[in-house]
């Protein structure tokens, strides 16, 4: 009852335009009639413009009534997608399957192997029709506001799939619907090419498909120390862990420099020894040749060495 008053309704603006018709047609009959109507004339004038304004007043807001139950119609429509209908149907799940459900879903692509081709392909985990190298190509060649228009293909190539079975107009037909349902693209109009959803872009949608070469994220609660030791091992060759091995390499050829340059000076010291051992031989017995001299000087040292082993 309240809502044939409150609410826009054709009559509340039919209903003044009547009245408006007759004023105008009740005025220009007293403004013919002559004196003394053509004065009060007037009056019927200023009622036909109220309840003009009233019905122009009235019939905008039952066209933006309109709209507006038209404009949450498609919302409400576009948010019942088969994902949110899926989550809906989940609560009357057991939670382990749910989770595995949710484990199922991060997968994003297949990995097929073709072996007539001896090649290996990736398709999508959700849209088995569509491959990534036509995921590729599309982003490619779609701007920050649209994506590519269909044009651009070539009607009956098979050029993306390796099997040769799914024509290019049915994967574009088959990616630009799946990313319609996730929000991402709005519906084609006329023959300009669909546009994204804010934020949606060429860019986050690579990413989001897993086409940028970012690797991804592992959480560290919930894996097993197999996994953990793993993710341990390799962030050693990752981040920081390359500027300490650059930092232990550095030390270690420092090091090993330092060690040399010792060897080098206790044979330079060896050597002085030996050339003062034969200067001296040489003063005590000038008959020796150098020769007898070497080898009283390794008779020498191998005398020095067996007295450091009998006193270890």
């Not at 047609?25 to 019927?44: H, K, Q, S, V, Y």
């Given at each position: 009852m309240f809502e044939l008053f409150n609410e826009p309704r054709n009559w509340k603006w039919m209903l003044p335009a009547a009245f408006a018709v007759l004023c105008?047609?009740?005025?220009?009959?007293?403004?013919?009639?002559?004196?003394?109507?053509?004065?009060?004339?007037?009056?019927?004038?200023?009622?036909g413009a109220i309840l003009g304004l009233s019905a122009l007043i009235n019939i905008s807001l039952y066209i933006y009534h309109h709209w507006s139950l038209m404009y949450s119609d498609v919302q409400a429509a576009r948010t019942n997608t088969p994902e949110v209908r899926m989550f809906e149907a989940a609560k009357g799940m057991h939670p382990e399957a749910v989770k595995a459900l949710l484990v199922h879903r991060r997968s994003i692509w297949r990995i097929r192997y073709v072996p007539l081709k001896d090649v290996v392909d990736w398709i999508f985990d959700e849209i088995p029709t569509v491959h990534a190298g036509f995921v590729d190509f599309v982003l490619d060649h779609s701007t920050a506001i649209s994506v590519m228009p269909k044009r651009l293909l070539s009607d009956g190539s098979r050029q993306f799939d390796s099997d040769e079975l799914v024509t290019d107009y049915q994967q574009y037909d088959d990616l630009i619907q799946f990313m319609q349902v996730k929000l991402m693209l709005t519906q084609a109009f006329g023959n300009q090419a669909p546009q994204w959803i804010p934020p949606w872009n060429p860019e986050l949608v690579r990413h989001r498909f897993g086409l940028d070469g970012a690797p991804y994220a592992v959480e560290e609660e919930g894996i097993s120390d197999a996994m953990q030791a793993v993710l341990r091992a390799q962030s050693q060759w990752k981040g920081n862990g390359l500027k300490d091995l650059g930092s232990t390499q550095q030390s270690a050829v420092s090091g090993q420099q330092s060690a040399v340059s010792g060897q080098q000076s206790a044979i330079s010291g060896q050597q002085s020894a030996v050339s003062d051992q034969r200067s001296a031989s040489h003063r005590a017995d000038p008959d020796l040749t150098d020769q007898q001299l070497d080898e009283i000087n390794n008779e020498n040292m191998a005398y020095a060495k067996l007295l450091k082993g009998d006193s270890k």
């Open positions: 105008v047609w009740w005025w220009n009959d007293w403004f013919m009639a002559g004196e003394p109507w053509r004065d009060l004339a007037i009056i019927p004038l200023c009622l």
